[in-house]
């Protein structure tokens, strides 16, 4: 066991292993998806996320250790959002017809999310003095 703990201090110092684990839980996540037919409780996003924060968690690792390994994968999403622009802009006629209810789902969802948000750090015990300074 004590030459696992060696490799192990070694590999979580250098960067390539979180960005390879980040690429291996989305692996997993999309795999997962797929057999489940892509129903929309199996998230490939949501399974990696929690597959990676257990990672985290079980090897002790600090949030920032990790993100200067994954932080290849931040940089991408820039680009990533950017190139939705492409088939926004196919079907923007479409979205034009539909701008109002999609205005109402895109607030609906937000406060739900800012909502949710906070009641999850109530139930967390966060201070109450930052959840008033948060809280809309």
């Known amino acids: 066991m004590?030459?696992?703990?060696?490799?192990?201090?070694?590999?979580s110092r250098g960067p390539l292993v979180w960005l390879t684990a980040t690429l291996a839980a989305y692996a997993v996540g999309d795999a997962v998806s797929a057999w489940s037919g892509r129903h929309a409780v199996a998230n490939p996003v949501a399974i990696a996320v929690m597959l990676v924060?257990?990672?985290?968690?079980?090897?002790?690792?600090r949030?920032?250790?990790?993100?200067?390994?994954?932080?290849?994968?931040?940089?991408?999403?820039?680009?990533?959002t950017v190139a939705l622009a492409v088939p926004l802009a196919a079907a923007w006629p479409r979205v034009r017809r539909v701008a109002l209810p999609m205005a109402a789902a895109l607030?609906?969802?937000?406060?739900t999310a800012m909502v949710s948000a906070l009641a999850?750090?109530?139930?967390?015990?966060?201070?109450d003095a930052l959840l008033r300074a948060l809280a809309p």
């Open 63 to 80: 949030y920032e250790t990790y993100f200067e390994g994954a932080q290849f994968v931040h940089f991408l999403l820039g680009p990533a």
């Open 2 to 11: 004590g030459e696992f703990t060696e490799i192990w201090a070694y590999l």
């Open 107 to 111: 607030v609906a969802g937000s406060v």
């Open 53 to 61: 924060a257990a990672a985290l968690a079980v090897t002790g690792t």
């Open 120 to 127: 999850i750090a109530a139930v967390l015990g966060v201070d």
